[in-house]
């Protein structure tokens, strides 16, 4: 019976030659190339994103040799978004930590992936927020990480629990594969489209577009100048703030913040890169309707890190209250929201130069000031509404991906505890997840 389960403090369940340890590398030794680097904030949704590592030296990666990555460990970050867990992958053997990372190399007859689906579970993530010290950034000290209690069922029940879970997260992982593809496809044509130019430059030097004959007709077959350089003729140079209305979230302590979560959930900068957490305060204040987003609502965090926090979202949870430094984005019209949201995502390296131009300690920013300067090609209504009916399916497939996505998630971590507390048996959950992911 799951209640008869043993509870095993999580450093028992380690090699004997490896106890708990984190790395040593500080913020500023990074270098621009060598050995990657994981940060405690490339820990994200079980998983480390390989898009945003750092590199160190071989060097300085060296002198750290007894956190060098051998693949297969845990990995956990201790500061930020404390308890996020990921198993290292084969594609980062060799690579090193950072100082807000745990590492913690389990033996071979625990199942690494159970040990981090418990971690990351309501009760997991209950024990090690507990341990969560500090009021602005929390920290989960190394020395209470490893007194966190593991349940040890037995070998074939792990290994059961943590193949249905999988399960579910390979969906989640296609569903997240399938969007970049999207996301890559939107790019692409956006640049093609308003950025290169490529249908108006074909047209005037007689090639074929490429596209079909009712879209090409749309494109006009030169250039002219503008404030913004050469654009198609007909077009004009507008400032991004005059895309579309952006309206500012409210003041934190307005929302009267509660840690009992009544009411609507706080959307900080924190909540777009994870969506709504434990760590999540609530507010049942009444507030205008203004700060109050919904599902599939355009938001532009403006400031912060420039590198991790200046960025365009679509909201895919449910009702929240916006907090400030985020902008919520209206376009003017239904026709106008897929160049809108293509253009700021877009323009995302060019908000970080910004915002990195006026950095203090670690945080920048891009203020209205900076949109209503920053130039755009915006086109005519019928190449407009040519896009909405190209580029709005990828989105809509992507949003809708998304959300399929988080009932995954939520599936999954609300299968973990009830099969560790043995309310579900392995096999009647097997079988709703064959369902689900199928």
């Given at each position: 019976m799951a209640g008869e389960w043993p509870l095993v403090p999580l450093e028992n369940l380690t090699e004997d030659d490896s106890p708990i340890t984190y790395g040593v590398v500080k913020p500023g030794e990074e270098s621009s190339d060598g050995i990657l680097l994981v940060r405690g904030g490339d820990i994200k949704h079980g998983q480390i994103d390989l898009s945003s590592l750092r590199t160190i030296t071989k060097t300085l990666s060296q002198q750290y040799r007894r956190t060098i990555l051998r693949g297969g460990e845990l990995v956990v970050s201790l500061v930020g978004e404390p308890?996020?867990?990921?198993?290292?992958?084969?594609?980062?053997?060799?690579?090193?930590?950072?100082?807000?990372?745990g590492l913690v190399r389990l033996r071979q007859d625990v199942?690494?992936?159970?040990?981090?689906?418990?971690?990351?579970?309501?009760?997991?993530?209950?024990?090690?927020?507990s341990l969560s010290l500090g009021s602005v950034q929390q920290v989960v000290n190394l020395s209470d990480l490893k007194r966190v209690l593991v349940p040890r069922p037995e070998p074939m029940v792990e290994n059961a629990i943590a193949h249905i879970l999988g399960t579910l997260d390979e969906k989640i992982g296609?569903?997240?594969?399938?969007?970049?593809?999207?996301?890559a496809m939107a790019r692409a044509l956006f640049k093609s489209w308003f950025v290169d130019f490529d249908p108006v430059r074909a047209k005037a030097e007689g090639r074929d577009p490429g596209l079909p004959r009712h879209l090409a007709a749309l494109f006009p077959d030169s250039l002219e100048d503008s404030e913004l350089g050469e654009i198609p003729k007909g077009w004009s140079a507008a400032p991004l703030f005059d895309l579309?209305?952006?309206?500012?979230?409210?003041?934190?302590?307005?929302?009267?913040?509660?840690?009992?979560r009544r009411g609507l959930p706080i959307i900080k900068i924190a909540e777009l890169k994870a969506g709504v957490t434990a760590q999540t305060k609530f507010s049942d204040v009444h507030m205008s309707d203004k700060y109050r987003i919904a599902r599939g609502d355009i938001l532009f965090s403006w400031s912060g890190n420039p590198d991790t926090s200046i960025d365009t979202f679509v909201w895919t949870n449910g009702p929240g209250w916006l907090n400030q430094?985020?902008?919520?984005?209206?376009?003017?019209?239904?026709?106008?929201?897929?160049?809108?949201?293509?253009?700021?995502?877009?323009?995302?390296?060019?908000?970080?130069?910004?915002a990195r131009d006026k950095q203090t300690t670690g945080l920048g920013h891009v203020t209205a000031k900076d949109m209503k300067?920053?130039?755009?090609?915006?086109?005519?209504?019928?190449?407009?509404?040519?896009?909405?009916?190209?580029?709005?399916?990828l989105h809509g497939r992507a949003l809708r991906s998304d959300l399929e996505a988080l009932d995954l998630a939520a599936l999954r971590d609300a299968l973990l505890p009830k099969l560790i507390s043995g309310e579900v048996r392995v096999k009647d959950a097997g079988r709703v997840v064959a369902g689900a992911a199928g």
């Open positions: 308890g996020e867990v990921a198993i290292v992958p084969p594609a980062l053997v060799g690579a090193n930590i950072n100082r807000a990372v199942n690494a992936a159970f040990v981090k689906y418990f971690l990351r579970s309501t009760v997991g993530r209950r024990s090690v927020f296609l569903n997240r594969r399938m969007n970049e593809t999207l996301e579309a209305t952006y309206i500012n979230g409210a003041a934190y302590a307005a929302f009267q913040p509660n840690d009992e430094h985020i902008f919520r984005v209206l376009p003017h019209h239904h026709d106008e929201r897929a160049f809108v949201l293509s253009t700021l995502k877009a323009l995302r390296p060019v908000f970080a130069e910004i300067r920053l130039l755009v090609a915006r086109p005519d209504d019928r190449v407009m509404q040519a896009w909405s009916a190209v580029a709005g399916p």
